[in-house]
């Protein structure tokens, strides 16, 4: 699709920035509707961010956050203690737009 757009538009690096971020963002809530759902199961087990698989699945939510202030909120909103990944919404659309995308 990108290689048709590129041969009639002028804007062709706009354009493709903008299916780039819409690509991206698709990703990451895809992504994240897998991984907060496996979060939340392993606090209630007993795990806590002392353990690998929960630094590594906040290390990757993190990085699913658009790069920025919206990042940097949303590490300090949910990615503290195990307290604040709890309050992770499941859906990523019920995430403050401050926050997310």
Do not use: C, H
């Not at 809530?29 to 991984?35: N, S």
């Not at 939340?40 to 290390?59: F, M, N, P, S, V």
């Not at 990523?92 to 401050?98: I, L, Q, W």
Request: charged letters at 30%; a positive charge; glycine letters at 4%.
């Amino acid at each position: 699709m990108m290689k048709v757009i590129g041969q009639f538009s002028p804007f062709t690096g706009m354009f493709k920035l903008m299916y780039r971020e819409f690509e991206t963002k698709a990703n990451s809530e895809k992504t994240y509707r897998v991984v907060v759902p496996m979060v939340k199961e392993r606090i209630y087990q007993g795990y806590t961010l002392q353990d690998k698989d929960l630094q590594e699945a906040a290390a990757l939510l993190k990085s699913l956050a658009p790069v920025g202030g919206k990042r940097s909120n949303f590490e300090r909103r949910y990615l503290v203690d195990e307290r604040t990944m709890l309050d992770l919404p499941d859906n990523p659309e019920n995430v403050s737009p401050a926050y997310w995308w």
